[in-house]
């Protein structure tokens, strides 16, 4: 006779006149990760810009998911102070296994109906794959849903056993897989949807009697298919959504997918790449169509550009807002805004806190820091603007300095628009230098220059005539 199958939809609450889920997602995070060979916890490796495990945790938001648990162990205080009260946290003091690690977050799952598993190493994973997999669970009613993958090479992973029927059996490690089940190419992705009350009830029943002596989270499966309740695995045709980092290589290897797909999608939105393979733009960035983009950039953070930008080669931008129109040439510019129609460098540096205005041309060598610069004004050539407030169309001569520190404090300098600062000119903070006034070349000033006057602040020339001469004499 078939056994009847227990049909489970999760525990749900009546609320206001309907059922409400409640999902929860716990993301397992307290492994060592010794084939990173690192300090730090593997977890907090970076991939253009973000911690590994932000991403797991983002993608489970994405879903709609409010509350995310992190079960954390190895270097735990340091995953706490990275990423705050974001998230609640449950220790696992002793890594004993996947199922072990679900076990310390008993408390956790109490009120859920659903909990979302996923691994803190998975940073590729999409909101529309866990969606899919979210949607396959409720539709079949199912106690268990595995995301499993088909891999080219299964080398490492669980392996997905299913009878002829295609009806999942079980999922055996790597190193508890005889020969045969090696050959097996579906993998378990180490994502997975659980009914809340059967996680626990199965948790409950795990055992270690493997080659690990580990509690595996993949036993609830046979445990739960043992007891009559429909479990099953759905693969996502994007392997690379499950794709682990437990190495360098493999970090190497899922940041250049992440790179690629973060292209792509600015490339769909009428952003030109010269070269995509060699250009590497953060999550969070936003840029505007018809921007071109060099060769050898690293946009970052919450960098905004506007359209039609030229961002030229192996410029860095860091959380910088840079408006329409605006040229870089080879520079580095951090937590800065530019305004539309500048021009900065080649080999400028723009330093945090600066507001450039519209149509500005700063040149090469030439670096910012804290400064206001108003709209029109040319900084062409080797120079300092730091701690200053510039205002419009004002013409700095090459290699002047804003000597903006001494020695103990940092002090503003003021230039009011249509000011000339002549060449190799130093302005010797707090200083004035009013509308229209100019400053002569090699000065160093240390008084307000008043509007419309010129200060010489600078030894008058003398001439020995025919000093040389009587020298060559001696
Ligand atoms: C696990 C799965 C395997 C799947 C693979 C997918 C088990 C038994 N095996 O194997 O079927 O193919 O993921 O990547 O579940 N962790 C803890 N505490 C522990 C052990 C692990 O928090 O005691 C965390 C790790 O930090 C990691 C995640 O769980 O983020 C996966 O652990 P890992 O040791 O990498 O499991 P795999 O051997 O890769
Ligand atoms: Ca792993």
């Known amino acids: 006779m078939k056994k009847k199958v227990r049909k489970c939809g999760g525990k749900r609450k009546f609320v206001k006149g309907r059922y409400e889920m409640k999902t929860k997602a716990l993301v397992l995070a307290a492994g060592q990760g010794t084939r990173m060979k690192s300090n730090e916890s593997k977890v907090l490796h970076q991939v253009l810009g973000k911690s590994l495990v932000e991403y797991s945790i983002l993608a489970a938001k994405g879903v709609g998911v409010e509350e995310v648990c992190l079960i954390v162990g190895h270097k735990a205080e340091d995953v706490k102070k990275k990423l705050g009260d974001s998230v609640s946290y449950a220790m696992q003091k002793e890594q004993l296994g996947t199922g072990h690690a679900v076990m310390q977050a008993i408390d956790f799952i109490e009120d859920a109906s659903e909990v979302i598993v996923l691994c803190g190493d998975t940073p590729l994973i999409t909101k529309e794959t866990l969606q899919m997999m979210l949607d396959f669970h409720r539709e079949k009613q199912n106690a268990i849903t595995v995301l499993s993958t088909i891999m080219e090479d299964p080398t490492g992973y669980g392996r997905i056993v299913r009878d002829d029927k295609g009806k999942l059996l079980k999922i055996v490690e790597q190193k508890d897989a005889s020969e045969e089940e090696k050959q097996i190419t579906e993998i378990n992705g180490g994502i997975y949807t659980f009914d809340a009350k059967l996680l626990k009830h199965a948790l409950s029943k795990l055992n270690n009697n493997n080659v690990q002596g580990e509690y595996y989270l993949t036993d609830t499966i046979e445990i739960l298919l043992g007891e009559g309740y429909k479990v099953d695995a759905i693969a996502t045709s994007e392997s690379d959504d499950i794709a682990g980092v437990n190495s360098r290589v493999q970090l190497a290897g899922v940041t250049q997918v992440m ?9 769909a939105n009428g952003v030109t ?19 071109i983009i060099e060769p050898g950039c690293m946009i970052q953070g919450t960098t905004v550009i506007g359209e039609g930008c030229r961002i030229g080669y192996h410029t860095k931008l860091t959380n910088m807002i840079i408006k329409d129109h605006v040229d870089i040439e080879t520079s580095v510019l951090v937590d800065s805004f530019v305004d539309e129609g500048t021009h900065v460098g080649p080999f400028a540096y723009v330093r945090p806190n600066s507001h450039i205005g519209k149509n500005i041309k700063v040149g090469d060598f030439v670096e910012i820091k804290n400064a206001n ?14 701690d200053a407030d510039v205002g419009q169309n004002v013409n700095f001569g090459c290699g002047t300095v804003v000597v903006n520190y001494d020695g103990k404090k940092k002090h503003r300098t003021t230039i009011g628009d ?22 002569a070349a090699g000065s160093t000033i240390t008084k307000t220059v008043p509007a419309n006057s010129l200060a010489i602040a600078r030894a008058k020339q003398e001439n020995k005539e025919n000093w040389v001469i009587k020298k060559r004499q001696e």
């Open 259 to 267: 790179k690629r797909r973060i292209n792509e999608k600015h490339m």
């Open 273 to 291: 790449f010269i070269d995509p393979e060699n250009t590497y733009v953060e999550p969070d960035v936003v840029i505007g169509k018809d921007t």
């Open 373 to 386: 610069i108003g709209d029109g004004t040319k900084i062409s050539h080797l120079t300092y603007v730091g």
């Open 418 to 439: 249509h000011a000339f600062i002549g060449c190799n000119t130093n302005l010797v903070s707090p200083v004035v230098v009013e509308d229209h006034a100019y400053t």
